[in-house]
Structures are given as structure tokens and as C-alpha cells.
């Protein structure tokens, strides 16, 4: 492939901004095909972002022999089904996270894409992002030493629908997963996968006073990596506005870095005992942009995607442990 032609299966709101031009803004790629079951809204889609090629219907998408690669922007109920689908196409597959709702759904995944001898790849797009990538040059130049602990805190308010299930479809467990920890913490867990390698154990305790949903509310969780670095997270989605929070802080035997999450505008702070530095770097104007490089790039022999359907699949493992559930 010289150049990588896309087709959007799912053109909801994380492909206004976050991921669809990203495809037309990256070299050696274009977005030429969307879909969505409802078609006004895909053809509203395709003239808004000037798409050629519009549809409400997903075979039709993947059978166009004009695209050759295709991303998968539905809610997590869907992924399994349209991975089965495009696989049988032979054309690479970029899924949003979380990868799934379960780890075996992201196992099943992973297994249809091996047999069909299909590329799978998953939009953990912090693994490209520049403010991730300092953090990971901090870490590794040894500024705080050796890391000895790890503390993650994410409080969020509530939205007006976040008791209705049947609007929310985020905090709906048969169409997402989970609630906002499996939304959410799935990014956390898969960016810590990214800086320090493989976590072998975790588990958790959950509270719900919304919904009857497990994840939805508060969960805390603690968790240990293959190395044997041990951490903890604490996620409440219940808060009032002035006391929300998203910080990581990273203990070293030398120092101490904190850095957000989820807020671009937040500095990477990093503090040992001579000096105390602030790393400022915003996020692109699309985040996925950076990580959809890295697969055009891969796809066409020069370069690597550092998140795949393996990688991603941790991250499921994790809040599967969190939450005990399979």
C-alpha cells in the first residue's frame, strides 16, 4: 500500500474531531468512506468533512475496493461483530477503545485477525501523543530514580443522564462494557502497560450510587506489575464540580513526577531535591492523528504502531480483574 484510504465504520462524535481528520491529515492517507446506520446523519458526516463516499450499511463499506483499511468507531458491542466482518475483507482493522467489552471478546478478536492474517490495531492513541512520550523520557533518563510506587486518582462529575442507562449508552454494561471506569480507566491502565510493561495482578473494590452498575460510580484498585512495582487507583464519578481531579504521580527513589491524564493543559511535573521542572505540552488539535501515523506507517513498511490488538487486550485483562469479571 503507498497510500492508506479509509473507511469509518461508526461516524459518531469521536471521529468530528479526535480521529477523523486525523486520517485526512496524515501523510500517505485519506478518509474515503463513511458509514453510519442512520444515513442523514452519514451523509451529513461525508459533505461536513468533505468524504466522498457515504453509506448505512457496514458490508458495503468494507467490500468498497477503494478502501483498504478499516476503522471501527462504534461503542464496544459492536467491535466483536465488525472485526468478524472486515477480517473476511483482508484489510487492516483500527478498533476504538476500549478494545471490547471483555477480555475474551478481545481474545476472540485477536484470533480472528491472526487467522485471517489481518493487522489489528486499537486506539490507544497516548502511546504517540508528545506529552506521553516526555513522560516516558523522563522516566526512562532515571531524573527520580528507580519507580516505587504509583498512585492514580480520576473524580469526575456527574452528567444529567448518567442514571439512564437507556440514553447513556457509556454507562450501559451491555453496550459498553462497563461505566465510565471501563471508558476511562481502560486508557490508564493501557498508558501505565506502555511505560512500565505488563501488569500480573489487580483487584478492586466497587461502589454504585447512581445506577445498579458496579463500575459506574467508585472503584478502587490495586495493582502490580511483572517487575514487581505496585500501584493503586482511586476513580469516583460522583464528585461536585470543585473537587474533580486527574493526576498520576510516579514516586522515584530520587524524586517524584505527576502529570494528567486526561487534561492536555495540565504540565508534567517533575520535583527531585535540587530543582522542581515544569513540562508543558499541549495535545495536537487531533489526538489520534500522531498514533494513526504510526499505522500508515507500519502498513506501508516504514515505521511501527506501538498499540495493537495484544497490547490493548491488557488493559481489557486489568478492569477484568478490578471489576471480577471475565
Known sequence: MNTIKWGIIGCGAVCEVKSGPGFQKAHNSELVAVMRRDAEK???????HGVPTWYSDASALINNPNVNAIYIATPPKHHLDYVRLAAKSS?????????????AECLEMIEICELAVVPLFVAY????????????????????GTPTGISLTLHKS???????????????????GGGYFHDLASHLFDLLDFLFGDITSANGTTDSTIIDNPAQDRVIAKFTFASGLSGTGNWDFTVSENQRRDNVVIEGTA??????????????????????????????AHVQQPLIQSIVDELRGVGTCPSTGQTAARANWVMGEVLKIN
Not at 484489510?91 to 477480555?103: F, L
Open 42 to 48: 452519514a451523509r451529513d458526516f461525508a459533505n461536513r
Open 125 to 144: 492513541y497516548r502511546r504517540r501523543l508528545p506529552y506521553f512520550l516526555k513522560v516516558k523520557e523522563i522516566l526512562d533518563s532515571g531524573v527520580i
Open 91 to 103: 484489510k487492516p482493522i483500527y478498533v476504538e477503545k476500549p478494545m471490547a467489552r471483555t477480555y
Open 158 to 176: 456527574p452528567k444529567p443522564n448518567d442514571n439512564d442507562p437507556n440514553t447513556n449508552w457509556r454507562i450501559n454494561p451491555e453496550i459498553s
Open 255 to 284: 524524586g517524584r513526577m505527576s502529570f494528567a491524564t486526561f487534561n492536555g493543559e495540565a504540565p508534567i511535573v517533575v520535583e527531585t531535591q535540587s530543582e522542581k521542572k515544569e513540562y508543558h505540552l499541549p495535545y495536537p
